[in-house]
């Protein structure tokens, strides 16, 4: 008996000694940063992860890390992404100290009109089904990058996830989870449960599955380039699936698809220069929200006070005021950017901040959900990439054409259908798109590669994880654990109007002072304990004293930040 006790008592002391060291007194968990010298990848899934770290070891640039990272994902997490979705990149080139921006979205049919909707008697687009479909821009995003900045080989980016879909890989509990809700609402599309279900269901956590047909397709794409995609038998493929199924997507719209190289635009941010790019996305609304946020002293404004957390509010409803107005296709509808981004603008729209929530919610400013994978790499010689890329809403519109493998996006959905409005729907149009990449220079130096997943939560995770970071004196790691805010618009997700005269929720994370609840229930904000959505997080920072890397990859997502 005595002989137990002082094992036990020992075990304690060897296992215990540390289990207070990382955390005590926080009202949220975190752990440690990744460290590494040479290279480093973080991504939502840890196979993905290792996939990129692979490319790296083997010679290959940050840019191939994130191709072969992002088609690994495409297959290990569909409830969120695929070769279906689009794509868009902030890439740090280190041999000409520049940053880079690729928009890969995808344009809406050329035949499908503004006019045939309202005949139809719609009032918004549907979220599933072949009308909200638009090109996939993904792959072309793949050889735009890499022709620019890629080292290695398609054919060997591509291999290891062609290998994973024929073998079969486990599944993760989190995918498991959202996979198995998406699976009654995308049943009824053709080619759903042939091509993304077990006999009829998802797969189970720790589960294997295998897409031997998208396997093909890769394989085809590894060996035909880009064409084989937007030109090939998988076009054609893509064309006669939606012609049978009364879609409006053409062999004609994936053969003229072409992403753009744009310049990214930016605001300092307490002597930070914070990157996003241009609309047709919504990083300047991050940019925008820390111009108005600018103006206030957060080193005597704690950390998830009720002053803090108003601030941000009220920031966020002025910023996506102008988001609902200006934010569109710039080949359609210019938004005025250099007035939207000066100083001068953001101080008269931070003197409409009282100290109650006066502010009501702009129309536009529902909720806008969708499920997303964001990833960054970095490599030897210091170069660095942020990418984001989706299928929309989940694991897209459903529909899934025979042999392929993957489902097309819905971001069609995003258009409104008010003529004279900036997103209006109109062909070969792009729509207004949630999906940012986040980038941030010091000094001209790189300093951070950085995103957050989910719908209207980008900008505001953004926004949190750069104070969290410039204001409140996190680590890497903190700044993405700890508990966010997130304010959605005149809706509920429920489609239920909300009380307080339309000023919106705030949604808090769990870790936030009751006292701050009831600071805001005082100001007139309408507050909820919400589970989420709050988003994923990955990150990269570059130390600029040692030049090694930090990584960083959040408990909300089944993800994970490795080195070498």
């Known amino acids: ?54 490319v790296l070891k083997a010679g290959g640039t940050a840019v191939d890390a994130a191709i072969a990272a992002n088609a690994a994902l495409g297959l290990m997490e569909p409830v969120s992404n695929g070769i279906g979705g689009d794509l868009f990149a902030l890439v740090w080139d280190a041999r000409t100290r520049k940053l880079h921006g690729y928009n890969g979205s995808g344009r809406s049919p050329r035949s499908l009109t503004l006019e045939w909707f309202r005949q139809h008697g719609y009032r918004e687009i549907p979220p599933l089904g072949p009308l909200p479909v638009s090109v996939p821009g993904a792959v072309d995003g793949w050889f735009a990058l890499h022709k620019r900045f890629g080292k290695l080989p398609m054919r060997r980016l591509l291999a290891p996830t062609i290998a994973y879909a024929r073998e079969g890989f486990p599944v993760t509990e989190l995918i498991a989870h959202y996979w198995a809700l998406s699976v009654p609402k995308l049943a009824p599309f053709p080619g759903f449960t042939e091509q993304f279900t077990l006999d009829g269901r998802a797969p189970a956590k720790g589960e294997l599955w295998r897409n031997p047909n998208l396997a093909n397709t890769l394989q085809a794409i590894a060996d035909g380039g880009r064409d084989a995609f937007y030109k090939g038998r998988i076009a054609r493929v893509i064309a006669d699936y939606f012609k049978a199924h009364d879609g409006f997507l053409s062999y004609a719209d994936l053969a003229s698809h072409q992403g753009e190289w744009v310049e990214p635009i930016s605001t300092r941010y307490r002597g930070c220069e914070v990157w996003e790019l241009p609309p047709n996305g919504q990083g300047l609304a991050a940019l925008q929200m820390l111009n108005i946020l600018e103006g206030y002293d957060f080193s005597r404004i704690p950390f998830g006070s009720a002053e803090h957390v108003h601030l941000f509010v009220e920031a966020k409803k002025l910023a996506f005021e102008d988001r609902a107005r200006f934010y569109a296709d710039p080949a359609f509808a210019q938004a005025p950017l250099p007035m939207l981004l000066s100083k001068d603008y953001a101080a008269k729209r931070r003197a409409l901040i009282g ?10 400013q529902a909720n806008l959900g969708g499920d997303t994978i964001y990833l960054t790499t970095a490599d030897r010689w210091g170069n660095m990439v942020s990418l984001i ?10 529909m899934a054409p025979p042999g392929l493998g993957f489902i097309l996006q819905d971001r069609g959905q995003m258009f409104v259908l008010q003529e004279g409005h ?41 926004v949190q994880v750069l104070m969290n970071l410039i204001d409140f004196g996190m680590n890497l790691q903190e700044a993405g654990d700890a508990p966010r805010i997130q304010h959605e618009g005149s809706t509920s997700p429920e489609g239920q109007a909300t009380p307080m005269a339309d000023g919106g929720w705030v949604d808090l994370e769990s870790g936030f002072d009751y006292d701050t609840v009831r600071g805001l229930m ?43």
């Open 1 to 54: 008996m005595l002989r137990t006790l002082v094992a036990t008592l020992l075990l304690a002391a060897a296992c215990g000694a540390h289990a207070g060291d990382r955390i005590t007194g926080k009202a949220f968990a975190t752990r440690s940063e990744v460290l590494a010298r040479h290279g480093m990848v973080a991504t939502s899934h840890p196979l993905a992860t290792q996939v990129g770290l692979d």
């Open 355 to 364: 100290s109650n929530a006066a502010r009501k919610v702009e129309p536009g």
């Open 389 to 398: 890329q989706s299928n929309y809403r989940g694991m897209g519109s459903g």
């Open 422 to 462: 900036a997103n209006t729907y109109a062909p070969g149009k792009r729509p207004f798109h949630t999906i940012i990449p986040a980038f941030v220079t010091r000094d001209g130096a790189p300093w951070l590669s950085f995103g957050v997943m989910g719908g209207d939560m980008q900008p505001q995770g953004h």
């Open 522 to 564: 005082r100001k007139g904000h309408s507050v909820r304990f919400a589970d989420g959505p709050y988003g994923g997080y990955q990150a990269i920072a570059r130390d600029p004293a040692t030049g090694a890397y930090i990584g960083a990859s959040e408990s909300r997502k089944d993800g994970q930040a490795a080195g070498y």
